[in-house]
């Protein structure tokens, strides 16, 4: 059996994009594999984030995941901060990773922006804590959107720097899982950037919790041109709202974006958002219905993520401990 490990940021309420891109994924995922799958709460501290918001949007992200299909009986789910081993390997790894290496990462520079010198430390080491998220388990297959590319490369840097600098074959290749078609979600306010929970626009994502009124009206109020739909995806490729709007419809439908355009050539794109409309409703209020009810029951998410944790701890103590013995660390 394959280790899987993914997680997710409760820095918001997960999205269409994090669905789409990763969750649906991890889901299917489940069967034949041995899928360890975590809310990564201190990724969430690395910008600032009200505590009070942060404890409820852990639990309300758990019962996202519930509700997508995550099954705790099978996958193991919980909270990162409960298994103390990501930090002592986290730790490990700023030793191991290279000031350059971080300083490429694109998420940093993004989210940095024109304000290096005031963001957070923790903001810039945050590959190395990923890194350990997935390294204290041996997982190798890591089903995440194309944004995270990068940050798993690093993780790989990272294994066999480790692995050369004390001799040993200690620490495995890492694979991400990309779902070609729906790897980057974009914005529905501006195609060029992506979907994302910080995005300070609401606007400008579908929550996995949004009625049917919210969703049309976001729809409708959603960035396009004044083109018809074209008959060939090489026509969208100047277009990216219109080709975002596709690719979502795509997804959601289980056809190509091929099969999309020549069944709606021609449209316009107010008809076009009409049927999208009808398509997120179908498939995305039943899961922010469900995570509703798993939401309305904190103590059983709560026993839900301790015994994940408790089962998560059980595979990465040993491995960590073995780590800081190859540094040299006596023994806890
Ligand atoms: N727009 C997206 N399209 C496809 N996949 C996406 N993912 C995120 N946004 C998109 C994937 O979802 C998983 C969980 O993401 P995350 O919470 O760890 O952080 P993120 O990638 O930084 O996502 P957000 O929504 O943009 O969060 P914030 O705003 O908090 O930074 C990952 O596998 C990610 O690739």
């Given amino acids: 059996m394959t280790r899987i490990f993914s ?39 690395t910008v600032w984030v009200n505590p009070v918001e942060l404890r409820d949007q852990t639990r309300l992200n758990a019962a996202l995941l519930l509700a997508c299909g995550i099954d705790p009986r099978h996958s193991i789910l919980f909270h990162q901060s409960a298994v103390h081993a990501h930090v002592r390997l986290a730790w490990i790894f700023n030793c191991v990773a290279r000031f350059g290496w971080l300083s490429r990462m694109t998420q940093f520079k993004d989210k940095a922006g024109k304000d290096r010198e005031n963001v957070s430390t923790g903001l810039f080491v945050y590959p190395n804590l990923m890194a350990a998220d997935i390294l204290a388990y041996h997982a190798t297959e890591v089903p995440v959107g194309e944004d995270q590319r990068q940050h798993i490369e690093l993780a790989n840097d990272i294994s066999l ?56 009206q976001k729809i409708r109020r959603a960035k396009t041109d004044s083109e018809p739909i074209p008959d060939c995806a090489g026509s969208l490729d100047n277009r990216p709202e ?20 020549r069944e709606h050539s ?5 008809a076009f958002k009409e049927i999208l409309t009808d398509i997120l409703v179908d498939r995305i209020v039943p899961i922010g219905d469900a995570a509703k009810r798993y939401a309305a029951d904190p103590i059983e998410i709560d026993r839900i993520l301790h015994a994940g944790a408790g089962r998560a701890a059980t595979i990465a103590e040993p491995i960590v401990s073995e780590a800081e013995r190859i540094v040299g660390l006596l023994s806890s």
């Fill in 7 to 45: 997680g997710i940021q409760p820095t918001g309420v997960a999205h269409i994009g994090n669905y789409l891109g990763a969750i649906r994924n991890w889901v299917a995922m489940q069967d034949g594999n041995e899928p360890v799958y975590c809310l990564v709460d201190l990724h969430a501290l």
């Fill in 161 to 216: 720097k480790f692995n050369h600098d004390y001799g040993v074959d200690f620490f495995p290749q890492i694979f991400p899982r990309v779902a070609k078609s729906t790897a980057r979600i974009m914005s529905l306010r501006d195609g060029a950037r992506k979907m994302s929970k910080s995005d300070l626009s609401d606007q400008s994502r579908i929550n996995l919790t949004d009625d049917a009124d919210t969703i049309a």
């Fill in 266 to 270: 021609g449209k316009g794109f107010s």
């Fill in 242 to 261: 219109a080709r975002n709007l596709i690719g979502i419809y795509a997804a959601l439908s289980g056809v190509s974006t091929d099969d999309v355009l």
